[in-house]
């Protein structure tokens, strides 16, 4: 049974803080192809629980929040071959969408809903 089929109750909507940078690079790249949506913030970050309120508002069921130190997040910015420019960062659908200002303009625009859907984000 693949993720996105497992029933409501118990699909992923919790975060995971880690520890180890490398475990955290290889968890986020694993899991951009993984999922339909991907959020990575730093912990305790205002930006990200807009992000995760947004989802649920939309009736978003597939998607993944990864949160990760300061330390961390710096130096996967650095590191990381995904390159995204600043935390939180939102991928869907394996490709690197942006972050709340990009999310919020989308759907402004009308475009983000049909890329969730694309995505399989329902």
Request: proline share 3%.
């Given at each position: 049974?693949?993720?996105?089929?497992?029933?409501?109750?118990?699909?992923?909507?919790?975060?995971?803080?880690?520890?180890?940078?490398?475990?955290?690079?290889?968890?986020?790249?694993?899991?951009?192809?993984?999922?339909?949506?991907?959020?990575?913030?730093?912990?305790?970050?205002?930006?990200?629980?807009?992000?995760?309120?947004?989802?649920?508002?939309?009736?978003?069921?597939?998607?993944k929040f990864i949160e990760v130190e300061k330390v961390e997040?710096?130096?996967?910015?650095?590191?990381?071959?995904?390159?995204?420019?600043?935390?939180?960062?939102?991928?869907?659908?394996?490709?690197?969408?942006?972050?709340?200002?990009?999310?919020?303009?989308?759907?402004?625009?009308?475009?983000?809903?049909?890329?969730?859907?694309?995505?399989?984000?329902?």
């Amino acid at each position: 049974m693949s993720k996105n089929s497992l029933p409501t109750s118990i699909r992923q909507r919790r975060s995971e803080p880690l520890s180890d940078a490398e475990s955290v690079r290889m968890s986020i790249a694993n899991s951009i192809g993984e999922n339909a949506v991907l959020i990575v913030a730093t912990l305790n970050c205002g930006k990200s629980n807009w992000l995760k309120f947004l989802m649920q508002r939309w009736g978003v069921i597939h998607y993944k929040f990864i949160e990760v130190e300061k330390v961390e997040a710096t130096s996967m910015l650095v590191d990381l071959w995904i390159r995204p420019k600043e935390l939180p960062a939102v991928y869907i659908g394996g490709k690197l969408f942006g972050g709340l200002d990009e999310v919020l303009a989308s759907r402004f625009h009308g475009k983000i809903i049909a890329k969730l859907t694309v995505a399989g984000a329902f």
